[in-house]
């Protein structure tokens, strides 16, 4: 069956050190991926998105890497702030797949000063 | 902002009613899509529109109906509620009909239901 696995467990850093949250899959072929924020009571917010031909993306202090053949994303944020935390959402859209996006579970980060 | 407004925030009502949520998708945007959020299930697709027709349909009930009116605001119908629609229902819109190499979902920030 198809699966998309996050870090069920919060994850726990300290302020200005990097946090790395992945997001597995299986039985599935997505042609991309996105990351998206979500804060408590509120909707996601779209981060980052890379290609299926794309190994890493940056955008300031975010990095996204994408393995195909680990079927897995990595997820980074550098010098992270308390302002970081919230759930971090990643989804699937999967070739041939159609229109939706298949979204994980979340993680949880909590950035501690 | 993400510029896609959802309403109600929060409706409460009891097994067996009928509900009408409204999403109005962010000006110049095509596609709505509607998701379920619930704390063992994550978000769940439902349905998606682009320019009032259903593109797209995911896991959405029978009791559960969906449109896209002329001036592209959209309604989720649930009837014949139950106690596990208790939810989080999110609307997010995009300005195509797919969600595309470079067309991220742009969220409201939900309705929650409770169901009683």
């Known amino acids: 069956s198809q699966k998309i696995e996050q870090n069920s467990e919060a994850l726990n850093i300290q302020e200005g050190k990097t946090a790395t949250l992945t997001c597995n899959y299986t039985n599935y072929s997505p042609a991309y991926l996105q990351w998206y924020r979500q804060d408590p009571g509120r909707g996601p917010v779209f981060l980052l998105l890379?290609?299926?031909?794309?190994k890493e993306k940056r955008k300031e202090r975010l990095k996204v890497t994408f393995d195909t053949t680990l079927k897995q994303s990595l997820f980074h944020i550098t010098a992270s702030q308390p302002a970081d935390s919230a759930t971090y959402l990643c989804a699937l859209g999967q070739r041939g797949g159609g229109n939706k996006l298949t979204f994980g579970t979340g993680t949880q980060l909590k950035v501690e000063l | 902002d993400s510029g896609v407004t959802q309403t109600p925030k929060h409706l409460i009502t009891a097994t067996g009613q009928r509900v009408t949520l409204r999403c109005s998708p962010r000006?110049?945007?095509?596609?709505v899509y509607w998701y379920q959020q619930s704390l063992d299930q994550g978000l769940q697709f439902l349905i998606q529109?682009?320019?009032?027709?259903?593109?797209a349909k995911g896991n959405i009930l029978e009791r559960f109906s969906a449109q896209q009116f002329p001036d592209l605001h959209s309604e989720l119908n649930l009837s014949s509620l139950e106690l596990g629609d208790s939810a989080l229902y999110f609307c997010a819109s995009s300005p195509i009909d797919r969600a595309a190499y470079n067309s991220p979902l742009h969220f409201g920030n939900g309705t929650r239901l409770t169901v009683t």
């Open positions: 890379i290609r299926e031909n794309e």
């Open positions: 529109y682009y320019n009032g027709e259903e593109r």
């Open positions: 000006s110049g945007d095509l596609s």
